[in-house]
């Protein structure tokens, strides 16, 4: 019963979200009707459908989607781990945390457009200046949960380890890593749209590929509909990637709905012990 009800209630959230698309883009066709817009300014839905399949067709939508993706993935994956990492030795750290602190929050402090220059200026225009851009713009709020994670531990349970002889490695496993996962995934999901929002910046500076191109060369041309197409798979791509977070984020966290999963991790380091 319970689980049919739950069912019912994501039916719903779907249908609801199917109607809210529908009217948006109801809205949008008719006041492109009534307020007589060039195409140029504000393309109908179906100029911009028509235009999704025209690079569909060609080829070109999904080859710089694919670019984009790569940029994103590969720019979360450096900046996730890097900052998972520098994260916990800061919170295990606060001498080092205050000594490293107001280079973290001064690098932070400068906008991504600015930085992003400099970036393709020196390791060039290729992938890797976008990879950094998207890994830079991802790093802090992931360290920022990192350290608010590790250190939201309660000491008790550090206590009752090391009254356990456990070692660090498992202290790290069994006490650290699960207390601090929800703030990190937290962190993660943020990072995730931010790290879509770094690729497309670095695109705009220098590439010859990539969603941000797309847009450019649309820009360039006046072919606004080009510029809604790109827009809407960035949108498509960060949902996507939101949603796949979301999605582990339920599966890792599973422990808290249920006690018995709990319960064999604490089993589990009973027999390590």
Sequence with gaps: MVQKRKFNSHLSQIAL????????????????VFSDFPSFILPSPIDVWNKLLQVLTDGSLLINSGITLYEVLMGMSLGVSSATVLGYFLAKSPSIERLLSPYIVASQSIPTV????????????????????????????????????????????????????????QILRYLEVPAAMPVLLGGIRVGVTLAVIGAVVGEFVGSDRGLGFLINVGKGMYDTSLVFVAMFTLITMAMILYGIVTLLESRLLSWQKHPTLEKKNITLLKDEL
């Design 17 to 32: 979200l199917i109607s809210s698309v529908v009217f948006a883009f109801a809205v949008w066709y008719l006041f492109g």
């Design 114 to 169: 600015a930085i992003a220059p400099l970036l393709v200026i020196w390791f060039g225009p290729g992938l890797l200046s976008k990879i950094l851009v998207a890994a830079l713009i991802v790093f802090f709020p992931v360290l920022v949960n990192t350290i608010v994670g590790i250190r939201s531990v309660p000491k008790d349970l550090y206590d009752l380890l090391r009254s356990l002889r456990a070692t660090r490695w």
